[in-house]
């Protein structure tokens, strides 16, 4: 497999923006201001509430890869508590009119243009750049009651979650409960998971929460093995290609997580954590992107097997 963390040089951008840069300072600043947009709680009391899946208002699509942690980003920016996206000219054709001196949100994709290489006419991919708006923006907006959320007690007990537990067995992944840490392990193609007594609820999640949280970190680990997805995977803590993995499984359990609508807790080490990823993605632009783009590919492959 094509190393992941590898851009062609046919990825590049032909244009004087350097949107990899743009896009990785976008989170680059989340995170300086101490927020994880891809962790799935809003801080800030009576305003709480899981994280949703973005989605494009007009085509009811929603939204893949880095763009989901964009509009996260902005959401948890500006406050949005609208999961509805659209262009300028999509809202127009809607009767709708954005209020002033509102400003739109970066989304990127990929578009082409053809070249001559070597004699052959190629189409060159490149980064383009878009903007939509949050229906919170609209003129016609009007907020809803902000949801009250009550914590559940430290002791509450893990629950079964029904759903998420007909899709993990859908996969056919082999999972016991019985290890201290929760871990993948590809040379037995096993994931090992403590006791679901071991998980409690913090300020941001219940303990059925944070079990399932991590019960689908892993599960998009499992997806990465050579006979499935894969993926490379450093061999060492540090090694730049474990960074990537654990990003792909943080980003790609943050994604299921929005579509079982469950909160994430925040990390243990929530300075040490954000100061990781800070380190990571100022070393590499293209990292954070590509990683997204992996992560959506695996909740799409993890959806693939579920059954009708």
């Known amino acids: 497999m094509e190393n992941t963390l590898t851009t062609p040089t046919t990825a590049k951008t032909y244009f004087s923006r350097d949107l990899y840069q743009e896009v990785t300072n976008t989170i680059i600043e989340q995170l300086e201001a101490g927020t ?11 305003n709480a509430s899981f994280l949703r899946l973005p989605k494009n208002f007009s085509t009811n699509k929603y939204y893949q890869g880095i763009n989901i942690v964009l509009l996260w ?20 054709a809607k009767k709708e009119s954005i209020r002033k001196n509102e400003k739109g949100s970066m989304i990127v994709y990929y578009d082409t243009f053809e070249k001559e290489i070597d004699g052959e006419i190629q189409r060159i991919p490149f980064l383009k750049a878009s903007v939509v708006f949050n229906r919170c923006q609209l003129a016609s907006y009007k907020p ?18 029904a759903i998420i537990d007909a899709f993990v067995t859908a996969t056919k992944a082999d999972i016991i409960h019985n290890g201290n840490n929760p871990r993948y392990l590809p040379a037995r193609d ?63 359990a943050a994604f299921l997580c929005a579509d079982f609508k469950l ?30 783009s992996e992560a959506s590919k695996a909740v799409g492959y993890l959806k693939g097997l579920q059954v009708e």
């Not at 994880?36 to 009576?46: C, F, N, R, Y």
């Not at 959401?75 to 300028?88: C, D, I, M, R, Y």
């Not at 809803?144 to 979650?161: F, G």
């Open 36 to 46: 994880i947009p891809w962790q799935m709680s809003w801080t800030g009391g009576s």
């Open 73 to 92: 980003s902005a959401s948890l920016k500006h406050g949005f508590t609208s999961s509805e996206w659209g262009t300028f000219k999509q809202w127009s």
């Open 144 to 161: 809803e009651a902000a949801p009250v959320i009550v914590a559940s007690p430290a002791s509450a007990p893990v629950e079964t979650i």
């Open 190 to 252: 096993i994931i090992e998971m403590p006791l679901t007594t071991s998980f409690t609820a913090t300020q941001y999640c219940t303990a059925s929460e944070n079990y399932y949280a991590t019960l689908l970190h892993e599960l998009v680990h499992w997806s990465g093995n050579p006979n499935r997805m894969n993926r490379v995977k450093g061999k060492r803590f540090g090694d730049q290609q474990y960074a990537f993995e654990e990003m792909v499984a943080e980003l790609g």
């Open 263 to 292: 909160s994430t807790t925040q990390s243990g080490d929530h300075a040490s954590y954000i100061a990781h990823w800070l380190g990571v993605l100022k070393d590499n632009k293209h990292f954070i992107v590509t990683a997204a």
